[in-house]
């Protein structure tokens, strides 16, 4: 009964391919994210869904496009991939809540991260 | 400049010690501070969440401390186990018309037996 499930775990690929990572949570989230980690361990977001709507589109290339068919996934591709691409790549999941006309953001779940390799 | 700066950077104790990381942040306005736990080749996963009327939470043996004044967390582990050997990621979350989030380097604990 995994919360926040990644696939592929790992993915090699050459410079130039296109490719997926999907995520799908079980958790009834209405906000779905993905994040970058790179070889420094840094975080950094990348984009954020609410109810199938994009909310945060932080500076990444176009060549990345995330798609959310439902709230209960976040697909991201990637067009033309490059040797700076290699990372590990983290869905998460929240329940995004509305107070007093604001909008604050509870606990993140991760999924177990997929490790994509450019050659 | 929204910023979150951790230390130490690696940190290495022995098993049954107490050890405390730190988190300056100059993210603004401040909406909330977290502190996740992240196992080599895992996601990270929440240890606390402190709004800015809070200033110290406990889970279990993790109790993260939050001066909003000086813009310091800290989360202090007591009682370390060889299990709590991970990365410690201080998480700062500004509320701006929409949502910015920034996560610290992180520190790296060695818990040796």
């Known amino acids: 009964d995994t919360a926040v499930s990644q696939t592929p775990k790992y993915l090699v690929t050459q410079m130039g391919n296109d490719k997926s990572i999907k995520c799908e949570q079980n958790?009834?989230?209405?906000?779905m994210y993905w994040y970058k980690q790179d070889s420094k361990k840094f975080l950094k977001i990348m984009f954020s869904?609410?109810?199938?709507?994009?909310?945060i589109n932080e500076t990444v290339p176009n060549r990345f496009s995330p798609k959310s068919p439902d709230k209960a996934h976040l697909n991201l591709h990637i067009n033309s991939l490059e040797l700076g691409d290699s990372a590990v790549y983290f869905c998460?999941?929240?329940?995004?809540?509305?107070?007093?006309?604001?909008?604050?953001?509870?606990?993140?779940?991760f999924g177990p991260g997929t490790r994509l390799t450019v050659l | 400049k929204n910023q979150v700066e951790q230390s130490p950077q690696s940190l290495i104790i022995l098993e049954g010690k107490n050890c405390t990381l730190q988190c300056n942040y100059t993210v603004s306005p401040f909406s909330n501070l977290r502190w996740y736990k992240q196992d080599t080749g895992r996601g990270p996963v929440s240890l606390t969440i402190m709004t800015f009327s809070e200033n110290t939470k406990s889970n279990g043996r993790y109790t993260a401390t939050l001066d909003a004044d000086t813009k310091q967390s800290s989360l202090h582990i007591t009682a370390s186990q060889l299990s709590d050997s991970a990365s410690y990621i201080c998480v700062v979350s500004a509320r701006t018309g929409g949502f910015k989030t920034i996560f610290g380097a992180g520190t790296r604990l060695f818990v040796k037996a």
């Open positions: 958790l009834g989230h209405d906000t």
């Open positions: 998460a999941s929240s329940q995004g809540i509305i107070a007093g006309g604001s909008r604050s953001y509870n606990e993140q779940f």
């Open positions: 869904y609410n109810n199938k709507e994009l909310i």
